[in-house]
């Protein structure tokens, strides 16, 4: 006891002793409660304390939605308050929002270590699925991902039918770079696969066109060739956006030059059997399509209309295309 100051930090200590975090903690000394800012040089040594451990009491849906008011509005007091009366820093208002999840919402990160101080759980989802993780990925917190990091959030946690509530999804859909490194740090899988198409990070990284994400995933070891659920990869993707930059990336990492959809997907002229230089070619999309010639993407390849890079860019009016597809002999 020596070693601490207060009854707050007592109560810490005995945290790992009783498993139940401070706010679910009483002490008492001659019957009487010793608030947390007690210290404990007031306390004559040695001294009898009484330690009680809390349960929650019944809440009603109007105290839930008071409480997730008072963290939407940073009241660090009132929420500090209405925890150590105790109550359960978990429980949902009325739209199914947690409080932790208000609290990521609206930037408090104060208000977001108390919740974390009083045993809210990191990884408790919302209705549609979103973690608090998952919110300050997509909206580009830094510092809340790293908060939550740091309590151990799971990096793939994501309710719901769709995996896409994955941070990393998140982060990547709208392009925040901090927000990236720190999951990747943190051993995101790279590998992960959305539920609704298939895609990865690093196929939606090329198709949004977010270049530094796409070299972060890279050299995380992300698969260059993964393809989504109707065959498209990256490299395709990349192409039919016209971005070179990422064409130029995944063509150092060895991206398949070559490779074919086997379905037909809208975001690459919905026909099957389109390649990289084919849909390049068709999408005008001239520095792309030098870049694919460089690495040797074979001109002879036709989609399952019997169009090839040529002819395709022939039907589309891209003259300048049809005069670099020639100039290569093109057929």
């Given at each position: 006891?020596?070693?601490?100051?207060?009854?707050?930090?007592?109560?810490?200590?005995?945290?790992g002793?009783?498993?139940?975090?401070?706010?679910?903690?009483?002490?008492?000394?001659?019957?009487?409660?010793?608030?947390d800012?007690?210290?404990?040089?007031?306390?004559?040594?040695?001294?009898?304390?009484?330690?009680?451990?809390?349960?929650?009491?019944?809440?009603?849906q109007?105290?839930?939605?008071?409480?997730?008011f008072?963290?939407?509005?940073?009241?660090?007091?009132?929420?500090q308050?209405?925890?150590?009366?105790?109550?359960?820093?978990?429980?949902a208002?009325?739209?199914?929002e947690?409080?932790?999840?208000?609290?990521?919402?609206?930037?408090?990160?104060?208000?977001?270590?108390?919740?974390?101080?009083?045993?809210a759980?990191?990884?408790?989802?919302?209705?549609?699925?979103?973690?608090?993780?998952?919110r300050?990925?997509?909206?580009?917190?830094?510092?809340f991902?790293?908060?939550?990091?740091?309590?151990?959030?799971d990096?793939?946690?994501?309710?719901?039918?769709?995996?896409?509530?994955?941070?990393?999804?998140?982060?990547?859909?709208?392009?925040?770079?901090?927000?990236?490194?720190?999951?990747l740090?943190?051993?995101?899988?790279?590998?992960?696969?959305s539920?609704s198409?298939?895609?990865?990070p690093?196929?939606?990284?090329?198709?949004?066109g977010h270049?530094?994400?796409?070299?972060?995933?890279?050299?995380?070891?992300?698969?260059?060739?993964?393809a989504?659920?109707?065959?498209?990869?990256?490299?395709?993707?990349?192409?039919?956006?016209?971005?070179?930059?990422?064409?130029?990336?995944?063509?150092?990492?060895r991206?398949?030059?070559?490779m074919?959809?086997?379905?037909g997907?809208l975001?690459?002229?919905?026909?099957?059997?389109?390649?990289?230089?084919?849909?390049?070619?068709?999408?005008?999309?001239?520095?792309?399509?030098r870049?694919?010639?460089?690495?040797?993407?074979?001109?002879?390849?036709?989609?399952?209309?019997g169009?090839?890079?040529?002819?395709?860019?022939?039907?589309?009016?891209?003259?300048s295309?049809?005069?670099?597809?020639r100039?290569?002999?093109?057929?």
């Amino acid at each position: 006891m020596r070693q601490m100051k207060d009854v707050r930090g007592l109560k810490k200590r005995l945290e790992g002793v009783c498993g139940l975090p401070s706010f679910r903690q009483q002490l008492l000394h001659d019957g009487a409660v010793l608030d947390d800012e007690t210290k404990l040089a007031r306390l004559e040594l040695p001294v009898d304390l009484q330690l009680v451990l809390l349960s929650f009491g019944s809440v009603s849906q109007k105290q839930r939605n008071e409480f997730s008011f008072a963290v939407a509005r940073g009241r660090t007091s009132e929420v500090q308050r209405m925890l150590q009366s105790p109550q359960d820093p978990d429980l949902a208002d009325e739209a199914g929002e947690t409080p932790l999840l208000v609290a990521t919402k609206h930037g408090h990160a104060e208000v977001a270590l108390l919740l974390l101080e009083a045993g809210a759980d990191v990884n408790l989802p919302n209705r549609r699925g979103w973690t608090a993780l998952t919110r300050s990925s997509a909206e580009g917190r830094v510092d809340f991902v790293r908060l939550l990091l740091e309590a151990g959030a799971d990096t793939e946690c994501a309710g719901g039918e769709s995996n896409e509530a994955a941070a990393l999804f998140q982060a990547v859909q709208h392009g925040h770079v901090g927000v990236v490194r720190l999951l990747l740090g943190s051993r995101a899988n790279v590998a992960l696969r959305s539920k609704s198409d298939g895609q990865t990070p690093l196929t939606r990284a090329s198709l949004s066109g977010h270049t530094e994400i796409a070299c972060l995933l890279l050299k995380s070891r992300a698969e260059v060739d993964a393809a989504d659920d109707c065959g498209a990869t990256a490299l395709m993707f990349a192409s039919s956006r016209g971005n070179a930059d990422i064409v130029s990336l995944l063509l150092e990492a060895r991206a398949g030059k070559d490779m074919v959809t086997t379905r037909g997907t809208l975001f690459l002229s919905n026909k099957i059997g389109q390649t990289a230089l084919i849909q390049a070619s068709y999408a005008g999309r001239l520095e792309v399509v030098r870049l694919l010639l460089r690495s040797r993407a074979d001109t002879k390849m036709m989609n399952c209309l019997g169009e090839s890079a040529l002819s395709c860019a022939t039907q589309q009016g891209q003259t300048s295309v049809v005069q670099l597809l020639r100039a290569s002999n093109a057929p």
